[in-house]
């Protein structure tokens, strides 16, 4: 590099070197497309600087290999993939530096292999960084100079330079710019996904309906749900569960399982061979070592009576007409997790009293001293809304505990049990 620079205008080519590289800049700035940009480029780019060969090297993969994504000459290298310091590319990349090589088979760092397999003989590089902001993402190389003595000068890297700046930033906006279109997607995506969630819950039926429940989502989808329905012999089916993980993957397990559920506790005899059911068919299918923890139960005809089965879930809560509390802890693993699995399930007079399900998102709420509300928390806060009535009392839990300064980091999702006055 101790060559002195000479201006584009000793060789007669200044203003048509400020037209070519108007026009190139144009084009960046006019397409989105980084493909087609890159290969108009990379071709005008070959036929300016009369090079034999060139190609363009991206950073892909978090940045562990360079790929080439366009390359214009007699052999089509395109795909190739080189170590982020392998050869000359690899070298100019990694020291985010320009690179004029007169004589490649005497570089150290030429990559000699590429040419023994692609049958191309390399004389002359030059290789450009694509820098953004001082970051790489890549390198412009050109090969074989055709013209004069055969060798690239730094008139051509002082070109080649300009157009790789305008290069890198081309492709820096057109990723930002797909990047905001992929977003958007998934924003969609997600917003449908809730949609169809919030389509799966069922919906209020007032006072003289002896079930209630409440869900806040975290996040745009939730791995949370509850159900209930009325059956054809007069009992009421309730559920209340929690799918491990986040996002999607939980929002369609949590799909699956309330389907399944929805349909087998038509005819299921009981809440713990139901659970059994639905445990078998998530084993066969549930990926990812995801699963499911629930209560599922059914309430008697005449709302007296109570029989619920609970896999891996926080404890079902009782609130007895006299304030005392029980607590039906699971007897279970969650659903998915072992295929051959007994649910044992609780039977118990509901009376006069209130039972609560609920979501470790309600449990581990966090109070600004970071302890968490837990059971004995709810229970303190449940005793403030008593008497508030049975439709209405989880929305007034939630902005009692919201009140005393607790924060959700997960989703909340609450059941209510209690017979209608």
């Known amino acids: 590099m101790a060559e002195k620079l000479h201006d584009w205008s000793s060789r007669g080519r200044s203003d048509d070197s400020v037209v070519f590289l108007a026009e190139l800049t144009q084009q960046f700035a006019s397409s989105l497309d980084v493909d087609k940009t890159l290969k108009n480029a990379i071709d005008r780019v070959v036929d300016y600087l009369s090079a034999e060969a060139a190609s363009i090297f991206l950073l892909e993969e978090a940045g562990s290999v360079l790929i080439c994504r366009e390359c214009v000459g007699p052999v089509d290298v395109k795909g190739l993939r080189l170590e982020p310091d392998q050869g000359i590319v690899g070298q100019a990349v990694s020291r985010n530096e320009s690179l004029i090589v007169r004589d490649a088979a005497k570089n150290s760092s030429f990559a000699a292999e590429v040419d023994e397999k692609t049958g191309f003989i390399t004389r002359s590089v030059l290789c450009v ?22 060798l690239f000068d730094m008139n051509d890297l002082q070109l080649a330079t300009t157009v790789a700046s305008a290069s890198a930033l081309a492709i820096r906006n057109a990723r930002l710019a797909l990047d905001l279109l992929e977003q958007e997607r998934v924003r969609k995506e997600l917003e449908l ?21 409440l869900n806040i989502p975290a996040h745009e989808v939730s791995g949370d749900f509850f159900d209930f329905m009325r059956l054809s012999d007069g009992r009421v089916y309730f559920t209340l569960a929690d799918v491990s993980g986040k996002g999607m993957n939980a929002a369609l397990l949590m799909a699956k399982a309330t389907s399944l559920l929805r349909c087998l506790a038509k005819t299921a005899g009981d809440s713990g061979s139901l659970l059994s059911h639905v445990n078998r068919e998530l084993c066969d299918t549930s990926t990812m070592g995801m699963f499911v923890t629930i209560i599922a139960g059914y309430l008697s005809s005449d709302g007296r009576t109570v029989e619920i089965a609970n896999g891996g879930h926080p404890p079902a809560l009782l609130r007895r007409s006299d304030g005392s509390f029980e607590e039906f802890p699971a007897g279970a693993p969650p659903l998915g997790v072992l295929s051959e699995v ?42 403030s809304v008593t008497t508030t009535r049975a439709s209405e009392r989880l929305s007034a839990l939630v902005k009692k505990w919201d009140a005393l300064g607790y924060e959700a980091h997960d989703d909340i999702t609450l059941l209510l049990l209690e017979k209608p006055v």
């Open 129 to 150: 960084p694509l820098s953004v902001s001082g970051t790489c993402i890549g390198a412009l190389e050109l090969l074989n100079k055709r013209d004069g003595d055969g």
């Open 193 to 213: 996904a809730r949609q169809i969630q919030r389509s799966l819950l069922p919906t209020p039926q007032g006072d003289q309906f002896p079930v209630h429940g």
């Open 342 to 383: 007994e649910f044992p399930s609780s039977r118990f007079e509901l009376g006069s009293g209130a039972m609560y399900l609920y979501t470790d998102g309600v449990s581990e709420s966090e109070a600004p001293d970071g302890s968490r509300l837990e059971s004995s928390g709810l229970k303190q806060v449940l005793e």
